[in-house]
């Protein structure tokens, strides 16, 4: 009975420590609330009219669609390095560089059909979380990583949804993360395995072998192809390997091979999900990590400009409005992306206006789109500041009106227009020039609004990532920490239980912790996410786990915390080590100094009641030691949590709190959580063993007396 209450007593201190860890966690991570919302083409975002046709036009939604399909060709791991054009006849450096030829010749011979992009990615540069940003428009949690072992299906508004609500049917081949996302949302799927790292060609061979056969028969109206080898090819090889370029080449073969087969009517997108450190790894916010790449291609002109020498730089949620309205769909609810105004264009340079109304038209359903998302989720969560949110909803209501006016200004345009058609040939001199006075004036005023507008648009998602849902948590969490560590201090000088000869010193404890967080780092471990050892997943398993993610995440989490485990477990032990040194002092003395015989048999009889006799003679001392030594070591750990929580509460405005301060804070926290369940196994088989000793020993002493 005394066993079991001092194992469920160190069982409610570490629940204590759990509830203060939760309680800062949900403070200070930034989490997002998922709405259920969806955008519709029964309904706009806003009340304005639109230009360019749309609404009344026979299939079409908010407005007309530019491109009737598309395909999208997502290279896992892609960084921008691997795409950017390198100058011919001159030796690449790196094996890498300049194996995308068919992208740098696109770009060379058709500036007007193509353009490159530097496709930046928001931390965590995990697959999972890109996806859903690629999907949904929105940006992933920090402490949505934990996901990308199981992927759950997206309950947000996405463009696959708003594909299937419209009629439009999606085919997919690659990455089986996608089968996790969206259950049952593809017209046609093959969805190969994509957990095992070493396999550079399963994934990319299979989608080639459907790939060009899909193309050919047409029945789809949007065709994904997630190809893995790039990605895989990094983690195994690094991408500074010869396999690198042989992936790379491969991809460029594909390209080439898919763009002669493109009709007119389709758009192509190829882009990476994230980069790469120079290790091949990812899932941090380092620049190889977050700057992967983005190409656009179209059969027929695409851009009414001149590219930029320098390719401009992209986030990667301000491709889901974009493909949205360029495909004729509505805008995800939930998006929080600015479309990319060179892809809405007139007929080329031969109609400015036209471009400009366009343009126009697509950052104004964007603004509305927005809007309206912004006060759907301050209305449900209600911890956006009302004062941004007023002073927001002035600046678009500014912007809106200036496109009215605008639209305004057209209509007067268009009906001056015709009454100079119905008066042409009795009327001259001066009427043409203020014709073209009237419609400079209109353009001058689109672009005016356009600007503004995207003003608004991109104020509205910097409301979304400065937002702070810090309040009081970080404070409660210190001051139930600070109490817990004094209350747990108090029952350790207590006299409730004398511990005897079984007591541990402070200074063994607390070297006993530090050698566990030391061995943690000397074993090429680091608190930050792209130092986590996945190989280790692999370990026995060669061939891959199949399709459960379950076994590959134990054997990451084993690999990681595996000093928190054996310390913690053996933690126990310490008990014991009095007694250790005490039979080698004894056998030294003995050594030392020999007695005559019936003497050394008298000492003998002395020294006996040592280690398991002592045990049994004062067992209540050994179950005060077992919780003393608990209180002791979880005090230490909760320490070391503390001492990262204060780190991340007070830092929690610098500019490297998501990159070191955060991640440190999750290790801690979760080695925390490991190290007290090893704990008390650790406790747990220390008295199953001396329960088993104790019957062994009664058993002895009956034998003994009879």
Known sequence: MLKALVLLFLAWVCFLFYAGIALFTSGFLLTRLELTNHSSCQELPGKGPLVGGGRGEPGTCWTAPRFSRAVVVLIDALRFDF?????????????????????????????????????????????????????????????????????????????????????????????????????????????????????LHTVDNGILEHLYPTMDRGDWDL????????????????????????????????????????????LLVVAGDHGMTETGDHGG?????????????????????????????????????????????????????????????????????????????????????????????????????????????????????????????????????????????????????????????????????????????????????????????????FLQSFLLLQLLAAAVGTPAGSSGPFSVPWLAISAWALTATQTFYSTGHQPVFPAIHWNAAFVGFPEGHGSSPVLPALLVGANTFASHLLFSVGCPLLLLWPFVCEGQGSAKKKKKKPLPSGAEVEGEKEEEPLMEMRLREAPYHFNAALLQLGLKYLFILGIQVLASVLAASILRRHLMVWKVFAPKFIFEAVGFVVSSLALLLGVALVMWVDRAVGSWFKQLILSQER
Request: glycine residues 8%; aromatic residues 10%.
């Open 285 to 477: 916010d380092s620049k190889p990590e977050v700057m992967a790449a983005l190409f656009l291609y179209s059969p027929l002109p695409l851009f009414s400009r001149t590219p930029l020498k320098d390719p401009e730089v992209v986030p990667q949620v301000n491709l889901v409005p974009t493909l949205a309205l360029l495909l004729g769909l509505p805008i995800p609810f939930g998006n929080i992306g600015e479309v990319m105004v060179d892809l809405f264009s007139g007929e080329g340079d031969t109609q400015p206006l036209a471009t400009a109304l366009a343009q126009a038209s697509a950052y104004y359903l964007n603004a509305q789109q927005v809007s309206r998302f912004l006060h759907a989720y301050s209305l449900a969560a209600q911890d956006l500041p009302p004062e941004e949110l007023q002073r927001l909803q002035n600046l678009f209501s500014s912007a809106s009106s200036e496109y009215e006016r605008l639209l305004d200004q057209l209509e007067a345009e268009e009906i001056y227009r015709r009454m100079q058609e119905a008066l042409r040939g009795k009327l001259t001199g001066g009427g043409g020039q203020t014709s073209m006075a009237v419609a400079a004036y209109g353009l001058g005023s689109v672009y005016s609004a356009a600007v503004v507008t995207a003003l608004a648009l991109l104020a509205f998602p910097l409301l979304l990532l400065h937002t702070e849902r810090i309040s009081l948590a970080f404070l409660i969490l």
């Open 83 to 199: 795409v950017q054009p390198w100058p011919g006849g001159l030796p690449a450096p790196q094996p890498f560089l300049g194996r995308l030829g068919s992208i740098q010749r696109l770009l060379e011979t058709q500036p007007q059909h193509a353009r490159l992009y530097r496709f930046l990615a928001d931390p965590p540069t995990t697959t999972m979380q890109r996806l859903k940003a690629l999907t949904t428009g929105s940006l992933p949690t920090f402490i949505d990583a934990g996901s990308n072992f199981a992927s759950y299906a997206i309950q947000e508004d996405n463009l696959i949804a708003q594909l299937n609500n419209t009629g439009k049917r999606v085919v997919f081949m690659g990455d089986d993360t996608w089968e996790g996302l969206f259950p049952g949302a593809f017209s046609q799927a093959f969805f190969f395995p994509s957990f095992n790292v070493k396999d």
């Open 223 to 266: 065709l994904i192809a997630h190809f893995l080898g790039v990605d895989h090819c990094g983690h195994k090889h690094g991408p500074h390997h010869p396999e690198m370029a042989k992936k790379l080449n491969q991809m460029d073969q594909m390209l080439q091979t898919l763009v002669e087969r493109l009709e007119n009517d389709t």
